[in-house]
Nanobody, 123 residues
């Protein structure tokens, strides 16, 4: 079992930055693929970024490529999402997720989810 808790969301002006954290419990965190997803009001959940257990393979959604950076610290059982040059369209609830399998961009294949953290970008 893995429990995930996100933090770091908030209100920021367009062009600003935020860093989201995802703290995981469970002694096998380092073996899990970690992903970030987001869901805006009235929209479907969408993939943001993901990396495999070693961090050697990283995927980004085209909409965030070059602005967001995903990272992990296995010693701290924590994953991060650094978000720069934020835009109003980045406003959403952001979720981290974990799975024991290969890196994936589809949320349905992830086994564990956090409760989400709200990110609001004002124009």
């Amino acid at each position: 079992q893995v429990q995930l808790v996100e933090s770091g969301g908030g209100l920021v002006q367009a062009g600003g930055s935020l860093r989201l954290s995802c703290a995981a419990s469970g002694r096998t965190f380092s073996s899990y693929t970690m992903g970030w997803f987001r869901q805006a009001p009235g929209k479907e959940r969408e993939f943001v970024a993901a990396f495999n257990w070693s961090g050697g393979r990283i995927y980004y959604a085209d909409s965030v490529k070059g602005r967001f950076t995903i990272s992990r610290d296995n010693a701290k059982n924590t994953a991060y999402l650094q978000m720069n040059s934020l835009k109003p369209e980045d406003t959403a609830v952001y979720y981290c997720a974990a799975r024991g399998g290969l890196i994936a961009t589809i949320g349905d294949v992830y086994d564990y989810w956090g409760q989400g953290t709200q990110v609001t970008v004002s124009s």
